[in-house]
């Protein structure tokens, strides 16, 4: 097997050109070439993981199969490969930092004064390195975040210019940067990459490969005037048009034969049999729906959808499979009360209440989810979405007047979601959840879980502190909500349902994490098949 090769993915101009998604579509053409492919993002920012960020500082924050808390990136990485990714993928400035110090206090130095070189920058050539060293990977990707300049991103790229150094050809740099279109004279503007390419210059990094982002399609003069102004051949100067779907970005990218170029750089065989068939498929029922249906997501960040970018990535995987186009209504749930209610969800053919942390936007969502129980309209609570369903059943089916979730009013009678006793006695909050895959017996061979899942035994990834009240699950039965799912070696409730309902289903896990493009969740597939027939 050959030595693995490094790819870095670096970005300038702007931010939010799409390192992610070029990263994961390159890595999908090489993967698809036969070759074993993963990626990991280095995030600038001093936070330890995403964990403790609001959802409006950066979006979702994504949860590995082994309970890392880490950017959304790695949701792309793992929808477009369909292989999990780990602690390993996703390092920060804040985790070098406290590894480098740590080391400092255990006298690791021998009384050396630390610094950024060599001590930070060695860190994070090990922490490259970690995903390479186990033998399992032909090339790793690296996406670095930020844009080239910021200040926080000084030391990833000086790290990478040793490595580079070190590895020869086992190394190359990407460089994603931007062509505006001024509409005043109708022209494409390079100045801004030039400017790019010669800050990445100064920091000591020649760029391989220049991927332009872009609005209109780049003639070969704009192509020429890059490759001579930014030191690349003309074939190493790749266009990303902008596209309907992120998922059509890698045969846009095939079409420009990145992966080609890449692996004549990296001095790696050229396997000429890719295979895409499957991919191909997706995109044709994406793009070829013979149905359409409107969901409504209840949330109290909806107006970042990067919030909950796992759920809607997810309802597209179910959409396609169901050859649907779905409709994604954004709905605040601090804009819902009991007099609008009707109004704002009467034309929806299914609701889904999102997961979150804290009291703001509750009372929206307790009515949206009551509206959903009392007219049959297909309903999936997901992780807070499921505590919602069971505060508003205990409210006003089982008459237990002020039931609440501890969260939300530590005084409350009747908790009915109520804290971990394992996390009592915690202060602080980075990483303390009940975090990552865990195992979930399905009790109800009946049920609409069940009948989704095809099986009694599922995985699923966790991000909370506070489950089922286990005091209250008789009453709960009786009342006709039934704990469907439980995990086996605890006991705690996973899954509630409502089996007398179209398709009422609470769960206390994230399902979105694990629905990707080949393998779309199948609780969302069920959700979206019965919101057709509800149509």
């Keep these: 097997m050959p030595e693995t090769r490094y790819i870095f993915v670096t970005g300038g101009v702007t931010s939010s050109l799409g390192k992610g998604i070029l990263a994961a579509s390159l890595a999908k053409l090489l993967q698809s070439r036969g070759y074993n492919v993963t990626i990991q993002k280095l995030d600038p920012y001093i936070n330890v993981d995403p964990g403790t960020l609001n959802p409006y500082e950066h979006g979702e924050c994504f949860v590995t199969e082994d309970g890392a808390e880490t950017d959304l990136d790695l949701g792309h990485y793992e ?44 860190e994070i050539k090990r922490r490259i390195k970690i995903l390479g060293s186990k033998g399992n990977y032909d090339i790793v990707i690296t996406e670095i975040g930020g844009t080239v300049g910021d200040i926080e991103s000084l030391p990833y790229i000086e790290a990478v210019r040793q490595l ?110 890719i295979d895409l068939s499957a991919w191909n498929n997706f995109l044709l029922k994406h793009k070829n729906p013979t149905r359409e249906v409107e969901i409504g997501l209840v949330g109290k960040y909806v107006e970042l959808h990067d919030a909950y970018k796992s759920i809607a990535e997810a309802i597209t995987h179910a959409g396609a499979e169901n050859h649907c186009k779905v ?97 009592k006695g915690i202060t602080h909050y980075g990483g303390t959840m009940r975090l990552g895959a865990y195992e979930c017996r399905i009790v109800d061979k009946d049920s609409h879980v069940c009948s989704a899942y095809n099986k009694l035994t599922v995985y699923e990834r966790h991000r909370h502190r506070y489950e089922f009240n286990d005091t209250y699950r008789q009453q709960f039965i009786d009342g006709g909500m039934v704990p469907v799912g439980v995990n086996p070696e605890t006991d705690l409730v996973e899954i509630m349902e409502i089996p007398g309902h179209k398709w009422f289903v609470g769960v206390q896990f994230h399902p979105e994490y694990r629905s990707t493009v080949l393998n779309p969740h199948p609780l969302f597939v069920d959700f979206i098949k019965n919101a057709i027939v509800e149509k």
Aim: charged share 25%; with cysteine.
């Design 164 to 273: 580079k150094w070190e590895l020869g050809n086992k190394a190359i740099v990407i460089h994603l940067t931007l062509v505006p279109f001024l509409a005043a004279t109708g022209e494409l503007k390079t100045k801004p990459t030039q400017h790019s390419v010669k800050m990445l210059l100064e920091t000591g990094v020649q760029p391989d490969i220049l991927v332009l982002r872009t609005e209109h399609d780049i003639d070969l003069a704009v192509r020429k005037k890059v490759a001579l102004f930014c030191n690349v051949g003309l074939e190493s100067v790749i266009q990303s048009v902008n596209v309907p779907t992120i998922y059509e970005v890698p045969l846009k990218m095939l079409e420009e034969k990145l992966d080609i170029t890449v692996l004549k750089k990296l001095d790696l065989a050229i396997k000429e049999d």
């Design 327 to 423: 409709k994604l209504n954004w709905i605040h749930s601090e804009e819902i009360n009991s007099e609008n209610v009707a109004e704002r969800l009467s034309h929806l053919n299914g609701i889904i209440i999102a997961p979150g942390f804290g009291h703001r936007g509750m009372k929206g969502k307790i009515v949206a989810c009551q509206y959903a129980r009392e007219n049959n309209v297909p309903f999936f609570g997901i992780c807070l979405g499921m505590q919602v369903a069971v505060i508003e059943f205990a409210r006003n089916v089982l008459k237990l007047e002020g039931a609440d979730s501890s969260e939300m009013n530590p005084k409350t009678q009747y908790p009915v979601i109520d804290l971990m006793e394992e996390q």
């Design 79 to 122: 929808r477009f490969l369909n292989e999990a990714t780990s602690q390993a993928n996703n390092v920060t400035t804040g985790r070098i930092y406290q590894s480098v110090i740590e080391k400092e206090r255990r006298g690791d130095y021998l009384g050396k004064t630390v610094q950024i070189i060599p001590h930070i920058t060695d």
